[in-house]
């Protein structure tokens, strides 16, 4: 496995000039990206613009096309999911992966034992699991589940299922978070509860998220890359993006309204 000397800021991942076809449809083109170590790295953009997948080849369910990706300055670009799964780069899906009938314990112990190396030790009984309680205890804590930690998952509201899942993500200690649309078909508050929860769980952690919700977006990303037609089309902070012109006409109509509110 080859290191590949860089001279940019400390990024934890960078893709260099990424292309991912589909029997001739370019759906990811020329991307490069850096996520900066300790940052929220927001990826936005209309639908079909390749976010997801972006995301994909990142976490090698596709293989790209043509190009590269390093993870700490290390080409992980031909590893299998697996591979970069233990390297610390985890990722939430769109769709809450949670067990739901077991409890919200439960589940953070299952992601805990994964990290620990004891998913596979089915002889075990469960009081000698009961030692992973008190750490799952504290990631309930985090991300304020702590007295739903006897609920079964299924019971939970939408919002604290998406805390449940970061919870077992947080519980495989990864280096680089991957957060695809953790907000989507949430009200208000509990929109309000995730932002907040991200924002808290970032604290010296890296995040790469793809979220629809400018609001979002706008309140907790350092950085933000726009997506259209699979090319990067703007980057930087959210005041200098939500006014570039071109993401203003990738987005038109309600979306742009809703990048425009965002500033108020």
Same mark, same amino acid.
């Given at each position: 496995?080859?290191?590949?000397?860089?001279?940019?800021?400390?990024?934890?991942?960078?893709?260099?000039?990424?292309?991912?076809?589909?029997?001739?449809?370019?759906?990811?083109?020329?991307?490069?990206?850096?996520?900066?170590?300790?940052?929220?790295?927001?990826?936005?953009?209309?639908?079909?613009?390749?976010?997801?997948?972006?995301?994909?080849?990142?976490?090698?369910?596709?293989?790209?096309?043509?190009?590269?990706?390093?993870?700490?300055?290390?080409?992980?670009?031909?590893?299998?999911?697996?591979?970069?799964?233990?390297?610390?780069?985890?990722?939430?899906?769109?769709?809450?992966?949670?067990?739901?009938?077991?409890?919200?314990?439960?589940?953070?112990?299952?992601?805990?034992?994964? &990290?620990? /190396?004891?998913?596979?030790?089915?002889? *075990?009984?469960?009081?000698? %699991?009961? @030692?992973?309680?008190?750490? !799952?205890?504290?990631?309930?804590?985090?991300?304020?589940?702590?007295?739903?930690?006897?609920?079964?998952?299924?019971?939970?509201?939408?919002?604290?299922?998406?805390?449940?899942?970061?919870?077992?993500?947080?519980?495989?200690?990864?280096?680089?978070?991957?957060?695809?649309?953790?907000?989507?078909?949430?009200?208000?508050?509990?929109?309000?509860?995730?932002?907040?929860?991200?924002?808290?769980?970032?604290?010296?952690?890296?995040?790469?998220?793809?979220?629809?919700?400018?609001?979002?977006?706008?309140?907790?990303?350092?950085?933000?890359?726009?997506?259209?037609?699979?090319?990067?089309? &703007?980057? /930087?902070?959210?005041?200098?993006?939500? *006014?570039?012109?071109?993401? %203003?006409? @990738?987005?038109?109509?309600? !979306?742009?309204?809703?990048?425009?509110?965002?500033?108020?």
């Amino acid at each position: 496995m080859r290191i590949i000397s860089t001279m940019t800021a400390d990024y934890v991942l960078e893709t260099r000039e990424l292309v991912k076809e589909f029997k001739g449809f370019v759906a990811v083109n020329k991307v490069s990206l850096g996520v900066q170590r300790g940052h929220i790295h927001a990826l936005i953009g209309p639908n079909g613009a390749g976010k997801t997948t972006f995301f994909n080849l990142l976490t090698k369910f596709l293989i790209p096309t043509q190009g590269s990706i390093l993870f700490n300055g290390r080409d992980i670009t031909l590893e299998k999911p697996a591979q970069v799964a233990r390297r610390g780069i985890v990722r939430s899906f769109q769709i809450s992966a949670t067990f739901p009938h077991l409890s919200v314990l439960q589940n953070v112990r299952i992601a805990l034992q994964r &990290a620990t /190396g004891t998913s596979l030790h089915f002889w *075990r009984s469960e009081n000698s %699991l009961n @030692a992973l309680n008190d750490q !799952a205890m504290s990631l309930l804590d985090t991300v304020g589940l702590s007295d739903f930690a006897d609920s079964l998952a299924v019971e939970l509201a939408y919002g604290r299922k998406r805390a449940l899942e970061i919870a077992t993500t947080l519980a495989t200690e990864p280096e680089l978070m991957l957060l695809d649309e953790p907000t989507p078909g949430m009200g208000h508050e509990d929109v309000d509860r995730v932002t907040q929860l991200i924002k808290k769980v970032s604290v010296n952690r890296t995040i790469l998220m793809v979220e629809h919700n400018m609001n979002v977006v706008s309140s907790i990303a350092d950085t933000i890359s726009v997506l259209q037609r699979g090319q990067v089309i &703007a980057e /930087g902070p959210y005041e200098r993006v939500s *006014r570039d012109p071109q993401v %203003l006409e @990738a987005y038109m109509g309600s !979306a742009q309204q809703e990048l425009e509110g965002a500033h108020g």
